[in-house]
C-alpha cells in the first residue's frame, strides 16, 4: 500500500462547503496539528460520513495525502460524537468558541499533543459535567496562551516588578498590576486567583472547585486577553460588553 495513506484521531474545528456535494473540514489531529481536508460526497443523502463530519466531534480518520495542502479524507470513524455537550447551547457556546480559538490560534502542520489533549479534555467535561461550565472556554484561552508561549505574567507587577499583592489586570502588558502602579480598574482578588490557580496547575484544578468567582470579570479578563493576542475577535463567544 502506497504510504500516501496515513491514519490519525483529530477533532473537527469547522467545516465548510466546496462545490455541490464535498466539505472541507479544518481538523485539529494529534499527529500532525492542524490539518485542512476535502470530504468528497459528503453532502450527498447517501453519505455516511455526513453524521460523522461535525464540528467538535472527536474521529479516527483515515487520509490520503495529496501533496498539496489540502488532504483527501478516505474514512472516518467516530469516536465521540459528544451529543450530550451538542444538546445544551450553553454549552455549545463554550464549545465552539474553543473550537474556533484553536483554528485561529494554532498554525497549521505544527502539532502539539499537549493542546490535543487539552481540546478532548474541555469537550468531554462539557459533554460529561454540568458544574463551571461558563469557566470552560476563559480557562482554555488561558491555558493555550501559555503553550503558545505568550501566558499572562501574574507572578509580579508587570510595571514594578516587585513581588506584591496584584490588584489589576494590564492587557497591553499582558500581565497584572500593583495597587501603586495599576493603570486599569481594580478586579477582585477571586479572579486574580483563579488565574493563578489556572496557570500554574490544570484546567480541571479550577473546574472542580466550588469556585466563589465572579464568573463573567473571569471571562472578560481571559477571553479579552486571547482576543489581544489574536488581534481578532471570537466570533462564536457571546459574552457581555468589554470592561478592559
Ligand atoms: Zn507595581
Not at 484553536?102 to 459533554?127: G, H, Q, Y
Request: with cysteine; glycine share 6%; hydrophobic share 40%.
Amino acid at each position: 500500500m502506497s504510504d500516501r495513506y496515513y491514519k490519525t484521531q483529530g477533532i473537527i474545528l469547522r467545516t465548510y462547503k466546496l462545490g455541490e456535494a464535498d466539505k472541507i473540514a479544518v481538523l485539529y489531529t494529534k499527529d500532525y496539528g492542524k490539518i485542512r481536508a476535502v470530504v468528497k460526497g459528503v453532502r450527498k443523502p447517501t453519505s455516511k460520513l455526513g453524521a460523522i463530519i461535525e464540528p467538535g466531534s472527536l474521529v479516527d480518520f483515515y487520509l490520503y495525502r495529496t501533496g498539496g495542502e489540502l488532504q483527501k479524507i478516505i474514512q472516518a470513524v467516530n469516536i465521540n460524537g459528544y451529543k450530550r455537550l451538542k444538546s445544551d447551547l450553553d454549552k455549545l457556546n463554550e464549545a465552539f468558541a474553543i473550537l474556533e480559538t484553536v483554528d485561529r490560534a494554532c498554525e497549521d502542520s505544527n502539532p502539539s499533543t499537549e493542546i490535543f489533549t487539552m481540546l478532548t479534555n474541555v469537550l468531554k467535561w462539557l459533554d460529561t459535567y454540568d458544574k463551571n461550565i461558563r469557566l470552560v472556554f476563559p480557562a482554555f484561552c488561558l491555558k493555550l496562551m501559555l503553550i503558545e508561549g505568550a501566558g499572562l505574567v501574574v507572578d509580579y507587577c508587570i510595571f514594578c516588578n516587585k513581588d506584591v499583592k496584584l490588584v489589576a489586570f494590564e492587557m497591553n502588558e499582558n500581565g497584572f498590576s500593583c495597587e501603586k502602579c495599576r493603570k486599569s480598574r481594580r478586579l477582585s482578588e477571586t479572579t486574580i486567583n483563579a488565574v493563578r490557580q489556572v496557570l500554574g496547575g490544570t484546567l480541571r484544578n479550577l473546574l472542580e472547585t466550588d469556585s466563589l468567582l465572579e464568573v463573567k470579570e473571569f471571562e472578560l479578563l481571559s477571553v479579552s486577553a486571547m482576543e489581544h493576542y489574536l488581534g481578532a475577535q471570537i466570533k462564536s463567544f457571546k459574552k457581555s460588553v468589554s470592561i478592559f
